[in-house]
C-alpha cells in the first residue's frame, strides 16, 4: 500500500523558514514526478511546486523564489524549502505524487496524496 506521510509543519513568525518532508513507503517513486498542493482555509487547494523524474522543478508564481523542492531519491523522500515566509502562506501543505515521469502541475495529474501537513505563519 503506498503512503505518502508529510512532516515539518508548524507555526512560524512572517519571514522565517520551514522544511517540510515528505516520505514515500510501499513503492519507490524515483522515477516519478512529486510534488506540494496547499489548501488554505476557506480555499480551494492550490499548486506550489513539482519535481519531475530528472529532478526538474516548477513553482507557482506565488512561491518562486522563496521555495524550493528537493528530492532524495535514496531515501524516497521529497522536500519543500520555504523561506520568507508570509501569512498568506499559512495552509494545509499536501505532498503528492503521479504514476509518470512527467511534470506534475494540475490536481487531476495526481494519484497519491499525503494526508496533509500544517504551516501556520503568524505576522
Known amino acids: 500500500q503506498v503512503q505518502l506521510v508529510e512532516s515539518g509543519g508548524g507555526l512560524v513568525q512572517a519571514g522565517g523558514s520551514l522544511r517540510l518532508s515528505c516520505a514515500a513507503s510501499g513503492r519507490t517513486f524515483n522515477n516519478n514526478a512529486m510534488g506540494w498542493f496547499r489548501q488554505a482555509p476557506g480555499k480551494e487547494r492550490e499548486w506550489v511546486a513539482g519535481?519531475?523524474?530528472?529532478?526538474?522543478?516548477a513553482y507557482a508564481d506565488s512561491v518562486k523564489g522563496r521555495f524550493t523542492i528537493s528530492r532524495d531519491n535514496a531515501k524516497n523522500t521529497v522536500y519543500l524549502h520555504m523561506n520568507s515566509l508570509k501569512p498568506t502562506d499559512t495552509a494545509v501543505y499536501y505532498c503528492?505524487?503521479?504514476?509518470?515521469?512527467?511534470?506534475?502541475?494540475?490536481?487531476?495529474?495526481?494519484?497519491?496524496w499525503g494526508q496533509g501537513t500544517r504551516v501556520t505563519v503568524s505576522s
Open positions: 503528492c505524487a503521479r504514476n509518470s515521469p512527467y511534470q506534475l502541475t494540475r490536481a487531476i495529474m495526481v494519484d497519491h
Open positions: 519535481i519531475d523524474w530528472s529532478h526538474s522543478t
